[in-house]
């Protein structure tokens, strides 16, 4: 990949890292439940989940999600109901925070680290506004006379490195409110609060259209 192309692909990575949506928010979540460590596990299932989404476009299924309408609804439909599962999940919650080294009350309620990391994977992994942005912005980077897989490698690792930052950072940002969230009132204002928005951006992917490209 030519220089000038990998760093026009990185500044277009960093904007789309930066742009609110399911993996911010679910960041965000993590952090203040749990803390910036524990939350390192969830970010690793999003950059997995980006990576999936990655090289299923680049390989060209992406474009046949996108041009079929029953697939594509399906894929849709699965990840809007999941983050709508997860935030009602979340909003539900009696489970407070736990501290970065702690076993909190957030820790016996059940989320392992397995569990993060397996949620991170399937928000990312079913969201149809990734798969959107793929499919639109990966051609305008690949060059059809160069090899495709060492281009798709590139992308891959420039894009996880650029979303691992950006997502620890939406994470620390959140973890650092910690102490506002102590008492029984603040934690069900919080759970109900990041339930909410969980649940918002699931409806909202209802309504994402096969011919307009978004942000994850």
Do not use: C
């Not at 959107?132 to 990966?138: G, I, Q, R």
């Not at 008492?183 to 259209?209: D, E, H, P, T, Y």
């Not at 096969?210 to 994850?216: E, L």
């Amino acid at each position: 990949m030519a220089l000038d192309t990998w760093t026009a692909y990185f500044l277009a990575s960093i904007l789309i890292a930066l742009s609110p949506g399911s993996g911010a928010v679910l960041a965000m979540s993590h952090g203040l439940s749990f803390g910036m460590r524990r939350t390192r596990a969830t970010i690793a299932g999003l950059q997995i989940g980006l990576v999936v989404i990655l090289l299923v476009a680049g390989a060209g299924v992406g474009s046949l999600l996108v041009a079929s309408e029953l697939a594509f609804s399906v894929v849709k439909i699965l990840g809007a109901a999941y983050l709508i599962y997860i935030g009602w999940a979340q909003w539900r919650s009696s489970n407070g925070i736990a501290a970065d080294g702690e076993a909190g009350v957030a820790d016996a309620g059940g989320l392992s680290a397995k569990r993060r990391f397996f949620t991170g994977l399937l928000t990312n992994v079913t969201n149809p506004k990734g798969i959107l942005f793929m499919v639109a912005v990966l051609p305008q980077f690949i060059s059809p006379s160069r090899p495709l897989w060492p281009q798709l490698l590139v992308m891959a690792v420039t894009t996880v490195a650029v979303d691992t930052v950006v997502m620890h950072g939406y994470a620390f940002a959140a973890s650092r409110l910690q102490t506002l969230f102590r008492n029984a009132r603040a934690i069900r204002l919080q759970n109900r609060v990041f339930g909410g928005m969980l649940m918002a951006v699931g409806a909202g992917l209802f309504f994402v259209k096969r011919s307009h490209a978004a942000a994850h």
